[in-house]
């Protein structure tokens, strides 16, 4: 198959694509119970092959089966919006108060394009694609799910191969982008939760203020880090809301202080090595100051890893798609966590960024994935379509 006519072909496809995907990101919805983006998805990929469906979510993977005997090739495109209020100021953005502010419209578009495409050329196709239409990947282990439910194994047998791609709003339209080994962090967090003895600010010493050793724990945390994990394997905690008394009340000592934080490591020594470190840090500080504090540890998405030979063919794919000079070798991972991890933990595959940026805007300063005016130039629909596509057919006629 000449890959390059697969992206002429796929360029054909542009008007169709660009109505679906403006119309799911009218629509968004939240989670793992997704049914009108599912039902939407559905109509498009009607007739191109087996669909098995998810149980207690709305989940689907689409079986197409190729015209010669051989191995299965996963592709993967996540459904999911995010709680955001949309303000971009697009005539088809979403008013119910949830957003496609991570770009899954374009991924639902991108894979009913390249779904499309494989079953036009079902003929040339040694073995069979599954397509995955997943919910829940924005920290509800959707991927996860359907793993569990054995949705990879529809075709009968493992897949030999996974890959997926996500649209960026700060890379050039049209770039893509990637690496071999951790590309995303595991991404998690915890809340922690001090507790002292109310009382009169005016008298602190007959109370047990829980503020005062939240804060210091804050302060003390990334000092550390810093101290006691290998800075040539990257962690990052943020602490991103602190809750105590309340804005009526500053002359009483709370009860109770708490705070959140995520947590991004890039290894399994570090994944672990942190949760001792801030049990370390908090419980040192409360009994300093003599109060109690517990911590919840949130479920964590597993770190991305690229198998090395599927980003390889990704980097040799996309060339013979659309030239030399379209990828690009990414030095150091990002911090991002993503579920698809769990899917390459399990088959060899690869994940890989591709720029969307809108023409006329400076990739450098645009509003980044997951802010409420975070846009996307869908005029990259086939590109995707018809890496996805390309990516199955090199993989299994290969």
């Not at 005016?202 to 990334?222: C, E, G, R, Y």
Request: aromatic letters at 8%; glycine letters at 10%; proline letters at 6%.
């Amino acid at each position: 198959m000449n890959l390059h006519d697969l992206s002429l072909e796929a360029n054909q496809y542009l008007d169709v694509l660009k109505g679906i995907r403006r119309e799911l990101h009218k629509n968004p919805e939240f989670g793992l119970d997704l049914p009108n983006t599912l039902k939407r998805v559905l109509e498009s990929v009607e007739g191109l092959g087996d669909v098995f469906l998810g149980e207690g979510m709305t989940a689907a993977a689409l079986l197409i089966k190729g015209s010669q005997p051989g191995p299965t090739v996963l592709l993967r495109a996540d459904m999911d919006a995010l709680a955001v209020v949309e303000e971009t100021g697009l005539d088809f953005a979403s008013t119910n108060g949830y957003m496609h502010a991570c770009g899954h419209d374009l991924h639902m578009a991108m894979g009913i394009g390249a779904a499309h495409l494989i079953h036009t050329h079902r003929d040339q196709l040694k073995g069979d694609v599954v397509v995955w239409f997943q919910p829940g990947e924005e920290g509800l282990a959707g991927a996860d799910r359907m793993l569990e439910q054995k949705m990879h194994l529809v075709s009968g047998s493992k897949p030999i191969a996974a890959y997926g791609v996500h649209v960026f709003s700060v890379y050039p339209k049209g770039m893509f982008g990637s690496r071999p080994g951790p590309l995303m962090a595991a991404a998690g967090g915890f809340k922690a939760t001090f507790k002292g003895a109310g009382g009169h600010g005016s008298m602190p010493w007959l109370s047990k203020d829980p503020i005062s050793p939240m804060i210091q724990s804050i302060a003390t945390l990334q000092s550390a880090i810093n101290k006691r994990l290998d800075v040539f394997d990257d962690v990052v905690v943020n602490v991103g809301w602190v809750k105590a008394g309340d804005d009526h009340t500053e002359n009483v000592i709370p009860e109770v202080a708490s705070f959140g934080a995520t947590v991004r490591t890039f290894s399994e020594v570090h994944s672990k090595l942190i949760r001792e470190v801030v049990a370390d840090v908090l419980e040192g500080q409360a009994k300093s100051f003599g109060v109690e504090v517990s911590i919840e540890w949130m479920p964590a998405s597993k770190v991305l890893i690229n198998d090395a030979d599927a980003v390889s063919r990704s980097r040799k794919v996309i060339a013979e798609l659309f030239g030399e000079g379209r990828y690009w070798d990414m030095p150091n991972p990002i911090p991002g966590g993503e579920d698809f991890a769990s899917v390459l933990e399990e088959i060899p595959g690869a994940f890989i960024f591709m720029g969307a940026a809108p023409d006329g805007v400076d990739p450098r300063t645009a509003p980044s994935n997951h802010s409420n005016k975070a846009m996307f130039d869908d005029d990259v629909l086939p590109l995707g379509s018809a890496f996805l596509a390309a990516m199955a057919f090199d993989t299994l006629n290969d």
